[in-house]
């Protein structure tokens, strides 16, 4: 590896230091905030961690020593770090399947391996998978022209959701269509790439769940809480767990989902389900699967502070094939509220204003710098009463943001 | 700042990257693992560490990207740190008063700052002040020879207590006398430093007790709850959270006299005081203080997994003159005990063994290699149950150590 140094800002893209007693290394693939929320349980389990990231200012490489620059594209870049480590998971599902078929022609392992993280890649690929598995989806159909839009708008009901398969996240490569020739542009960059795009139902929903869970290589399985998520234009902005008031038999029902759709497809390391919570005519409470994750999840962000076990030791748990922890919630009700990027650049003191405010706030910042509606940071609350704990995570994310200004 | 490559190990002296958003980078005097500890919550909290290591292997420089390496008596490593560092606090408390005064003289602000750090680095300097202020301790003199130390004996009966007034610790620098003549050599060496012994009396007590809090600049002061030390061969090998059974209005006591000796010290950042737990006669509870850490300690690792803030975090908090977190106990019981260095280097099988038995286990390991006695991690453990706590954590710690191998 090449050593990079900048001007004022001395930095080796370093091989990781192995720490003695036979503790590994696992290489992450992308330095975002997921790679960053890693840092500090492997800095307390004594797991030493290695992160291909974009830039040394990437959220993740400003806190993790070996933090090597190069793109997720790049085959060298990608094998250079796959060579120095025990294990290579990701931060994000973007990595080229030539990129992953190299890592494996190396014999480093991959988790989740690239036969399952197809399934989070290609959205068509997921539905065809999970309809086979008889799992609860929207309707949903791939459309290459104009007509097969409007032949499926027609069967399901206008609006309807489009979907690029690939390369979406945060609602983008998400689009409500009215009328099948609003999607006349996105089906002519479809058709170039070389594929479909996917059709969906527009779901009448009662709310938004999310399942998040762990398995090992070894199978072994973890299930946190089921939680409710509340999603603004497309963004996650805050999670509840557990989903209150939920229905056992429904809430077992996606838990089993989860544990099916797990197996079948053999996932590895941290995954998230995102679901729709829905009503039949008679009021029976049901779901239909809307997306999946196969990483640690914004949803699952409550667990680093609200379950003995957080999302991102269990994530390093499951990738090292170690026993998983117990994923149970600590208290009765833990809130995330996500910090979104506002108007403001210097977030300092209204941090210090929350940490004054609301002593028991847990506050997490991920080193980002501030663009309208990107995700910078998260603050958790857990407690006995709902409403309560809501509103202070609710506050205290706001205030960070500048949404609020006491 | 010069540039240090090892061979197959590249590795830049870096100045900390500072993070957007007008977040400060706090600076530590040394890399052990208390050092190391701070990394999780600075990570989170979106704080830049950066690190003064004696070693690129230490502890602490395994997780922390900005660890330059040079020794805390040498000027100009500090001041090249402290330069590029918002504000410098200590891994440990053996930093010259000269490097001290160099540092000040930058104008870069120290927490705990030289006046106060003094008392837990001289134990004579904290005998007299704790004396002073009528905070309780054991009957205690200097002594510079042998016909001195007979004297002391004589009137507070034998054995007595000798301690080297600086840079002991674990045990180190701590010795039981029998008979005067028994301290010749240390005496020797103690007049050859231009110093005196301090001689204490032996304490009967009932049990060890520590007294953890934190002090911000602005006065700020949060108390977590007294817990109960367990010492084997002078090396804390277990804390329990709170102390069982403790008498109330001796913890009122302590926490008093904790905030006696902050105030009146000027203590900043955590502190730590340790106290034998006395009965009088007439089977009264009382206490002596035993020592004083001004510094994240021992005794507050189980704030880590127990306390809504961990100690760590806190001594963040402190340092920046950030509003402090809530220190409660999370849960009725937490049991922390510490993994010591044992026969066995390759730790990974039992560590992994440890996690499968105890999902509940929360293991923290510090990247340190293994010798007999050494402090290489600990376990921590919550419930409600205390035996059941208790030995959960005990058994993780010693067979993660090879005590124990079933």
């Not at 503790?23 to 307390?44: D, H, K, N, S």
């Not at 988790?111 to 539905?127: I, T, Y």
């Not at 994923?327 to 977030?347: F, K, Q, S």
Request: aromatic share 6%.
């Amino acid at each position: 590896m090449s050593l990079t140094l900048g001007p004022g800002y001395p930095r080796a893209v370093t091989t990781p230091r192995r720490a003695p007693g036979g503790f590994p290394v696992v290489g992450i693939i992308g330095g975002g905030q997921l790679a960053r929320m890693c840092a500090a349980p492997a800095a307390e389990l004594g797991i030493t961690l290695a992160v291909l990231a974009q830039s040394p200012d990437d959220s993740a490489a400003l806190v993790i020593p070996a933090s090597p620059v190069g793109e997720h594209t790049d085959e060298a870049a990608v094998l250079a770090l796959a060579e120095v480590c025990d294990v290579v998971t990701f931060d994000h599902e973007h990595v080229p399947a030539e990129v992953l078929a190299a890592v494996r022609a190396k014999g480093v392992p991959m988790h989740p391996h690239p036969e399952a993280l197809r399934f989070a890649q290609d959205k068509l690929a997921m539905r065809t998978r999970l309809t086979e598995l008889g799992i609860a989806c929207p309707r949903w159909a791939q459309a290459h022209t104009v007509a097969e839009v409007a032949r499926f708008g027609d069967e399901v009901g206008w609006p309807v959701i489009a979907k690029t398969p690939r390369g979406g996240y945060d609602g983008r490569g998400v689009r409500l269509v009215e009328r099948a020739e609003d999607l006349g542009d996105w089906l002519t960059r479809a058709r170039e790439a070389g594929e479909g795009l996917l059709l969906e139902e527009r779901v009448p929903f009662v709310r938004e769940l999310a399942v998040l869970m762990a398995r090992s290589p070894s199978g072994q399985l973890a299930t946190w809480p089921v939680v409710e998520t509340v999603q603004t234009d497309g963004i996650c902005t805050e999670v509840i767990a557990p989903a209150p008031g939920l229905d056992r038999t429904l809430a077992e029902k996606l838990l089993t989902a989860g544990a099916q759709i797990a197996a079948a497809l053999d996932v590895t390391g941290v995954f998230a389900i995102e679901a729709f919570e829905t009503r039949t005519a008679e009021g029976e409470p049901g779901f239909v699967v809307n997306e999946l994750a196969m990483r640690p999840h914004n949803s699952g962000h409550w667990s680093m502070d609200g379950a003995v076990t957080g999302q991102f030791e269990q994530h390093l748990r499951a990738v090292l094939d170690l026993p998983l922890g117990q994923p149970h919630a600590r208290e009765r009700w833990t809130v995330m509220a996500n910090v979104l990027g506002g108007d403001y650049p210097d977030l300092y003191p209204a941090y210090r204003h929350v940490m004054a405010r609301d002593p028991g706030a847990k506050i997490h910042m991920y080193g980002k710098g501030v663009r309208p509606g990107r995700k910078i940071g998260h603050v958790n609350v857990c407690g006995n009463d709902l409403a309560d704990v809501r509103d202070r995570a609710r506050h205290a994310a706001d205030y960070i943001q500048g949404v609020v200004t006491e």
